[in-house]
């Protein structure tokens, strides 16, 4: 494989965006967290009452669970997207991505 | 085939013929100057965008067979077996939001098609990408077989072929169905299941949506389907002298089999080799993130076909059609057949058959890129051109619909379904290796493969043994682990993991080399968003890079590589040290080697 030579300038300094965007970071740690521990613990949700309309209430719970999700995995996606763009950067391609989780 | 509703069979006809055309006028669509070349047939030139990757993914991960199984298991057995399903489909997609991002772009930098592929480029280990690969193709068999199943429920309960005595006369329908499917995936490669997803999806939708409206009050109303399958759970079977089902779990065991359940199904599924061939064939990686959040409108509708599995118990004609059957994965054709209009019934026969055939596609497609790209060029011919790659991935293709359409017909469905329940634990056990291959290198390759193997033997083991009074082995996916009832998946994953730990350690305390990691830190947060597909001839990056940066060489590069702030890439201070020349893809020496 032909190497292209690098000739670019260290990019975005030498903070990563965990660091520059701490609580920008933290709400998506915990978005991420918190919309798989609210399916897995079951005692949350097993149970037949409150009824929401001929519903009991642990077969009404996941079905609402999904679109919540769907607003909850948007915001995630969002706030990932403000992550990279840091100051000094131009557009969304200058930098590369990050995840909160590693 | 005396009893054959002439309407209902006409529109499933018609629709078939409808989707055939479709499949192979796919080969037309969005196409590339070469089609020889696996980044086109087999990942539809890696250029799908939001849209398109929505239908393709949603198509691909809810198959035919899920519209099956889970409402059967809910009509058998309730929640813990049915329903689990939906807390499934919720926990898959924020785990997914962390890993999958990653693997694409490390793929699309190093052009990998397979997860095998990245497997061996990270670990430099060609013995723990054949797992991988072999995982795969082991898991993929008895999926697509179970695609065969699916529309097999349909034809049976429509009255098609299975009257007849003849054994290839009773399985016609299928042979013609599996014939045009594997023809069409020949030609047109992942573009047909990609077109066809479209209808597919449509026709899910319309049946799902009506299924909903129209059947409860049909059958007297969700609070009398809840009360009629909270009475049946509770019935004590006169054969195991416990209750049926499980309507709510409210003990302990019960809850920790509904949540181990959910929670490895969800790892699983995100490394299925189908489902990373339909991340991997989107354009941009912003894509991939947009769709976890746009894909749990489809796991609403998984919730309701899951109910459907409690409407079809509330319905006296069908539960009696299904007893007299004896066979439970009937529930929801039987439902559809007695209370829909014959018009509709074919509408929503179509959807299940055709639903069954897009994922099946893709599955075929992604063992044969795991058979060429890791088996076939990795031991048998290294310098095989991508034309002779793309050849030897559609002839695999029709060998791996073959193998699973006498799968299907000649082996009895509950063999079938065993196979697949131990697919899910298999494919599992390749989710240490590719995941925490995209986040650290800490592993030692051949630890890695020890625990891949412990997993793998635990897991067939422990399925083997499960027993209930009416069968004697593989008679569900729990088992009991000191005294907690848990998914034989999860057990065997953390088995898996610990292993991989405890050599780790002694492999490097033993200084035992690693393989060589030909990818960078900051590839796995590359996003060539300017950049197109890879053309078909380039193997060298720079060439695709040039391709589209408008020969805005050094930009697009530094677009490419663009450094983190330098927090992952401790070992590599000279890639941002301006004027030197990096290793692009090239080795770098692991540690310790």
């Known amino acids: 494989m032909t190497q292209p030579s690098d000739t670019s300038r260290p990019s975005g300094g030498s903070r990563s965006p965990v660091a520059a965007h701490p609580v920008t970071s933290a709400v998506i740690a915990i978005l991420i967290l918190a919309s798989v521990f609210f399916a897995v613990w079951v005692p949350l949700y097993a149970s037949a009452t409150p009824k929401i309309g001929d519903f009991p209430f642990f077969y009404a719970y996941l079905l609402i669970y999904m679109p919540v999700l769907g607003i909850v995995m948007w915001i995630v996606v969002t706030l990932q997207g403000r992550l990279r763009r840091r100051p000094g950067a131009k557009g969304p391609a200058a930098a590369g991505d990050s995840e909160v989780a590693r | ?593």
Not at chain 2, 310 to 333: C, E, H, R, W
């Open chain 2, 1 to 593: 085939m005396s009893n054959v509703n002439a309407v209902t069979f006409t529109i499933v006809v018609v629709l078939f013929l409808v989707v055939t055309l479709t499949g192979f006028a796919a080969a037309r669509w969005r196409r590339a100057e070469d089609m020889l070349h696996l980044n086109e047939w087999g990942l539809g030139g890696r250029g799908f965008g939001t849209f398109v990757a929505w239908f393709l993914l949603g198509g691909d991960l809810y198959t035919a067979y899920t519209f099956i199984a889970v409402p059967a298991a809910m009509f058998g057995a309730g929640a813990v077996t049915g329903y689990f399903a939906v807390a499934y489909t919720i926990i898959v997609f924020p785990i997914a939001l962390i890993f999958l991002p990653r693997l694409w772009s490390v793929a699309r930098v190093h052009h990998y098609v397979t997860p095998a592929d990245f497997i061996r480029g990270r670990y430099g280990s060609r013995g723990l990408a054949l797992a991988i690969a072999f995982t795969g193709i082991l898991a993929l068999m008895p999926y697509i077989a179970l695609q065969l199943v699916g529309i097999q429920a349909v034809l049976t309960v429509m009255g098609v072929g299975s009257t007849s005595g003849n054994a290839f006369i009773k399985d016609l329908p299928l042979f013609i169905a599996f014939g045009v499917l594997a023809i069409f995936t020949y030609v047109s490669g992942l573009r047909a299941p990609a077109l066809i997803a479209f209808i597919k999806d449509t026709l899910v939708y319309v049946m799902i949506i009506v299924a909903v409206l129209y059947l409860p009050a049909k059958v007297g109303g969700w609070g009398h389907i809840f009360s009629t399958a909270e009475t049946h759970m509770k019935t004590i079977s006169p054969v195991t002298h416990k209750p049926t089902g499980v309507f709510i779990p409210t003990t302990g065991n019960s809850q920790l089999a509904f949540s181990t359940l959910a929670l490895g199904s969800a790892l699983a599924l995100m490394v299925y080799p189908h489902a990373v061939t339909g991340v991997l064939s989107t354009k941009r990686r912003d894509i991939i993130k947009r769709n976890m959040a746009l894909l749990p409108i489809y796991s609403i509708m998984l919730g309701f076909i899951a109910l459907l599995g409690y409407v079809a118990l509330a319905d006296k004609v069908t539960a009696a059609n299904v007893k007299k059957a004896g066979n439970a994965q009937l529930a929801v054709p039987y439902l559809f057949q007695h209370l829909f209009p014959s018009w509709f019934t074919g509408i929503a026969f179509s959807a299940i058959v055709i639903g069954a055939l897009v994922p099946a596609a893709i599955m075929a497609i992604a063992a044969a890129n795991l058979f060429t790209r890791n088996i076939f060029k990795e031991f048998f011919k290294s310098d095989a051109s991508p034309r002779l790659q793309t050849r030897v991935s559609q002839w695999v293709s029709l060998i791996v619909k073959v193998g699973a359409l006498l799968f299907a017909v000649s082996l009895p469905k509950t063999f079938s379904i065993n196979l697949q329940l131990l697919g899910g634990i298999w494919i599992l056990q390749t989710f240490p290796s590719i995941v925490s291959g995209l986040f650290t290198h800490w592993f030692h390759r051949y630890a890695l493969l020890a625990g891949w193997l412990t997993g793998m033997l635990y897991g067939t083991i422990a399925a083997y043994n499960v027993s209930t009074p009416t069968t004697s082995h593989w008679a569900g996916s729990v088992d009991t682990v000191f005294g907690h009832t848990v998914y034989i998946g999860l057990t065997a994953i953390i088995l898996n993991l610990a292993v991989s730990v405890i050599l780790t350690l002694v492999l490097r305390a033993a200084r035992v080399p690693a393989g060589t990691d030909e990818t960078l830190p900051q590839q796995y947060s590359a996003d060539p968003v300017e950049t197109p597909a890879p053309a078909p001839a380039a193997a060298v990056l720079g060439s695709e890079v040039r391709g589209g940066g408008g020969g805005d060489l050094p930009r697009a590069a530094r677009q490419l590589a663009a450094v983190r702030g330098g927090e992952l890439t401790p070992r590599r201070p000279t890639w941002t040290r301006p004027g030197r020349t990096a290793g692009w893809p090239g080795c770098r020496p692991a540690p310790g080697a």
